[in-house]
């Protein structure tokens, strides 16, 4: 069993900087790719970004233009993502997903984990 928990959320500026963390503890069977989706009031929960197991390869939603990279230390246990130019449009409650297997990166169904968010609020 897999636990994630992020931290790093707050309220910042339009245009402000900031980097979530998620720490992964348990036992984990088998590698497992990790990623960052997000959830806006009466939105969808909306693919981030994410990285696989050994970090090699990543990949990003189409909202975030070159603003944002995720990275991960395994050695920590740790996935972060850093933030840049943030606007008002990326307020939204972030959580860390982890998954095996993954057929569509982009569809939260197939993620096996989550954490339970962390806030982050964009004043314009």
């Known amino acids: 069993q897999v636990q994630l928990v992020e931290s790093g959320g707050g309220v910042v500026q339009a245009g402000d900087s900031l980097r979530l963390s998620c720490l992964a503890s348990g036992e984990s069977d088998s590698p497992y790719a990790t990623a960052w989706f997000r959830q806006a009031p009466g939105k969808e929960r909306e693919f981030v970004a994410l990285?696989?197991?050994?970090?090699?390869?990543?990949e990003y939603g189409d909202f975030v233009k070159g603003r944002f990279a995720i990275s991960r230390d395994n050695s920590k246990n740790m996935v972060y993502l850093q933030m840049n130019s943030l606007t008002s449009e990326d307020t939204a409650v972030y959580y860390c997903?982890?998954?095996?297997?993954?057929?569509?990166?982009?569809?939260?169904?197939?993620?096996?984990?989550w954490g339970r968010g962390t806030q982050v609020t964009v004043s314009s």
């Open positions: 997903a982890g998954g095996w297997s993954l057929v569509d990166s982009q569809d939260p169904h197939q993620y096996d984990y």
């Open positions: 990285i696989s197991w050994k970090g090699g390869s990543k």
